[in-house]
């Protein structure tokens, strides 16, 4: 017990500050790493990933908020953007954790496993689309949401992988993009964690301490861990070479992906 605690607060700890300095989802970590603790507690195997997933997206509503906070008192938080995005992230993200709620365990972790894939050619490539357009009028930026919380409900993410590029594309400055990404990862954490709760409710087979497909104590631990160290990532965003960082943590993402391969064959 005492162990999965420690793992759960350093897992939350490295999500915090990812989140902050990176704009990535905290999932791309909470993920692989619940993945790997949860059978060793004896949660059976067809509902380690949604698990894994309810509890990531759990989670990021304390990280979202404690890193958004942070980036708004830096004014880079565009809340225009912000109320334009949200109501197709949470139609999106709902819906999408729903039915990821009910999907085979393998299918999950493929789509997983392809998604980190793409997290960290992204990375090393350093490619951004063009900033050629400005941002779509209220129901184009309502329907981006809805792609990208349809993808984060299903690897366990906040949407900066996929927010922080549109973004960009429509000529958001990188810093603000990252912000709002922050903020925006607020309603996807909140839709998606409603629908693992609702998609797991009275699963036969979850061990006690679940709350649907969110599993508690590792909450806790995430949360707490998260939300101290959400602030410290937004300040070094703005202080750090984002670029160099970025690489060194694709290189990881592979090592990661290379292992959840490795598990399935």
């Not at 995005?85 to 729903?98: A, R, S, W, Y």
């Not at 990208?148 to 960009?168: D, E, K, Q, R, Y």
Request: with cysteine; hydrophobic share 55%.
């Amino acid at each position: 017990m005492l162990v999965s605690i420690l793992v759960y607060l350093c897992c939350g700890a490295v999500a915090g500050v990812l989140a902050g300095l990176l704009g990535v989802g905290g999932g791309i970590v909470i993920v692989p790493m619940l993945v790997s603790v949860f059978p060793t507690q004896g949660i059976p195997p067809e509902y380690v990933q949604q698990l894994a997933l309810g509890t990531s997206l759990a989670s990021i509503m304390i990280t979202s908020i404690s890193s958004a906070r942070a980036h708004s008192k830096r004014g880079a938080v565009h809340w225009d953007i912000f109320r334009r995005i949200t109501p197709g992230i949470l139609i999106g993200t709902f819906v999408g954790g729903l039915v990821a709620s009910h999907m085979p365990t393998l299918f999950l972790k493929v789509f997983f496993i392809c998604f980190l894939a793409f997290v960290a050619v992204q990375m090393l490539s350093s490619y951004r689309p063009p900033a050629t357009r400005e941002m779509p009028g209220a129901l184009g930026t309502a329907g981006a949401g809805g792609v990208i919380g349809l993808v984060s409900s299903f690897v366990g993410i906040g949407g900066g992988t996929l927010s922080v590029p549109f973004m960009s594309y429509c000529n958001v400055p990188l810093h603000h993009a990252v912000g709002t990404s922050a903020a925006i990862g607020f309603p996807i954490a909140v839709a998606g964690t409603l629908s693992y709760v609702i998609g797991g409710w009275n699963q036969a087979g979850l061990p006690a301490g679940c709350f649907g497909f969110v599993h508690v104590l590792a909450l806790v631990g995430i949360a707490v861990a998260s939300f101290c160290t959400a602030p410290l990532g937004a300040k070094l965003s703005h202080a750090l070479p984002t670029t160099k960082l970025k690489k060194a943590f694709a290189i990881f993402l592979i090592i990661v992906d290379i292992r959840m391969i490795a598990a399935l064959l």
